[in-house]
């Protein structure tokens, strides 16, 4: 695809006029290209040759870019916006591109390399590269996203020749990113909501597509996360959790409670209890311990068994199977699995 | 979920269907496929019904003396499909389906059941030993067994160890039902210690291999010495093939032969019916033994000697935890093991400390 649209230059000021002519300065270079940087002293662009050398690199970079289509438009905006984030914090950049090798990377490795050791460069990629420069690294993507690391990256470019809709757009690369990061790409734009669109920055290629660029915090990554396997579990282990406090709360107490009290906290708590085994029973194969699932219905077996009994004697004998189960389901959950208790 | 359907008069139904064409026995109605109908019955107006094939109603003395409100309806004959066509058309009564083992048959019982009751309920006790919970544990990988075990709403096992074990296998809960004992005579078990003797009693089909009656006469003969004032009772009619009971009467013969001077210490009664008669029996006893070689699941005679305060020993079958509260009321020896049995009934016999405290 074509775009009749680009990017202009004026002393170190990059803006972008979108398809209703609208402007949007994507980079202010102005004072970095002036040799006033605010950049701090300890970082390693500061002399004029440096500056030089990053004006050649993105001029150059820009200009070979500059072949009209759609992919390499895209491209220049990613750059850009990385050089944004850099000027303002030019320390620590862990950038992730999802996608092949490109001069577009070349580029990025270069920029990092002026800005400091410490900034990298890492590409998801299956293409077999060998390329020995230190800030740089492939990750293989024969697992797809799965195995990215969580909240890692300061940015994440996915870089596909096609619009994609926001839902395309795995969980896990959203919990890659830091809280604060941004993610970019070319999307189709009927995909992104309304509140994510007013919280975005949007450079409208024409009325369906646009480079968005995503800024992620951690309320965002906690929807994100419920919504994934993972965190579909961890919330399942919550409620069991919270039916397992709520007993915590009340065992010591039982034996001390008129039988209407007693017989009112217990039914409450059997019903929590027989919840949270159904969800134990759901989820069980997810689980690291396999002892969790029938201690659990052990638990709620003696729970049922103190509840029916009149006698007194037999009583303190169920009460006693409760507290051993009670503490094996803990031991199991806590020491087996990551339930986390604080109990 | 549709609401229950009542009977006509109000009154909610639950059926027992057995898995093959047969029908029960006298004796079956006091275990546990007959007691939870009969309770269903007699404490929550249940209409309980097992409908049984055959030519005509059968004899159950049971029935007019202690589990009466059972009721039993024939089938036509013993095919599958006539007993999913009842199943079918009388799918309006039966609010609660209750199934004894993890048979094949089932599957398609329960299949068109809840395709005529949605909102029924299925309650399938597996009553199995752990040999037969470890074969059909992986029968969940076939999609008419997982069908079927999610359609099941309550799926219960008889001893801890199955149980644990399916817990741990199926994507379930399986609940812990132990087979009970229901005082169906009304017998009174008030200073039950004072009418105790050195009695050892065990209630079985006798000389049925399962049951290793061999291995508890041989190892009462070896320490009947040491334990000079104690008797040992078997109960129960003889039982098994022509040619089981064949070589238990010889091995009989060879015995007495053997140990003439213990034919005053060793009684076979026969089957006793009589359920205060047979009361009587678990009252006298100071120990209840089983020396099995397997069970089915748990022993449905422990529930009547742990009621009469008897000292439990058994063999390790997989209820063998569950029959003697692990170890608080009674003991455990290896199966077959003959050195440990005589041992630990030298031991019990003459610890009468151990047997009061555990009965």
Known sequence: MIVLISIGQENGRFIFTDCNDKEHVLLDAVDIFNNRSKISVKRPIQLGNDILLLKDIIFSYLHILNDGTLVSFVRSLALLSILDKLFQKPLNFQFLQIGGWSSFSGCVANVFDLFGNKNHLYCLTNDKISLDISNVSFISDELGTDLLPNSKFSMVFIDVPDAISLSSVSAEVFLSLKDGGSLMFMADLHSIPKFLIDKSQISLINDRVAFVSLPIHSELKDVIFKQTDLGKLKLQKQQVVESIKNLSKIINKLEFLSNDKRNFLLDDTISSIVESEKIIVNIYEELNSSYIKPYFNELKEALIDYRLQDNDNMRKIFFEKILDNFRKVLYEMTYKDDFVLNI | ?359
Not at chain 2, 297 to 320: F, M, Q, R, T, W
Not at chain 2, 341 to 349: E, I, S, Y
């Open chain 2, 1 to 359: 979920m549709k609401e229950a359907i009542y009977l006509k008069d109000g009154r909610r139904g639950a059926y027992v269907v057995r898995s093959d064409g047969g029908s029960w026995n006298n004796q079956q109605l006091l275990k546990d496929c007959g007691i939870i109908p009969y309770m269903l019955h007699k404490n929550h107006g249940f209409r309980a019904v097992m409908p049984i094939y055959a030519d005509k109603m059968p004899d159950f003395p049971y029935l007019e003396t202690y589990v009466k409100g059972l009721e039993f309806e024939l089938l036509p004959d013993d095919t599958l499909e006539t007993r999913i066509k009842y199943i079918c058309e009388h799918s309006e009564d039966i609010d609660l389906l209750i199934l004894y083992g993890a048979y094949n048959q089932y599957i398609p019982m329960v299949h068109y059941y809840k395709e005529y009751r949605p909102d029924g309920k299925v309650y399938l006790a597996t009553d199995m030993n752990m040999p037969w919970a470890e074969a059909i544990s992986y029968t969940y990988d076939l999609p008419e067994w997982r069908d079927f075990l999610s359609q099941c709403d309550v799926i219960a096992a008889s001893c801890r160890k199955t149980q644990r074990y399916l817990n741990m296998k199926w994507p379930f809960s399986v609940e812990l039902i132990r087979n009970g004992w229901y005082n169906a005579a009304n017998v009174s078990f008030d200073d039950l210690f004072a009418q105790k003797e050195n009695i050892i009693l065990t209630v079985a089909r006798i000389g049925v291999p399962q049951k290793n009656h061999e291995l508890l006469l041989e190892t009462f003969a070896a320490c009947s010495y040491d334990i000079p004032n104690w008797r040992l009772k078997l109960i129960g009619e003889f039982s098994g093939s022509e040619e089981e009971q064949l070589n238990f009467k010889k091995f009989l013969n060879d015995f007495f032969t053997r140990f003439s001077h213990l034919k005053d210490r060793i009684e076979f009664t026969g089957l006793i019916e009589d359920k205060l008669a047979l009361a009587e029996e678990f009252k006298k006893a100071k120990i209840f033994i089983l020396t099995s070689n397997f069970e089915g699941g748990a022993p449905n005679v422990i529930g009547e000697a742990l009621h009469s305060g008897c000292y439990i020993i058994v063999s390790d079958i997989d209820a063998a935890d569950d029959c003697t509260d692990e170890g608080r009321c009674g003991s455990t020896f290896p199966i077959g093991d003959k050195l440990a049995l005589t041992n630990t009934l030298k031991h019990v016999c003459n610890n009468n400390d151990l047997i009061l405290g555990g009965g």
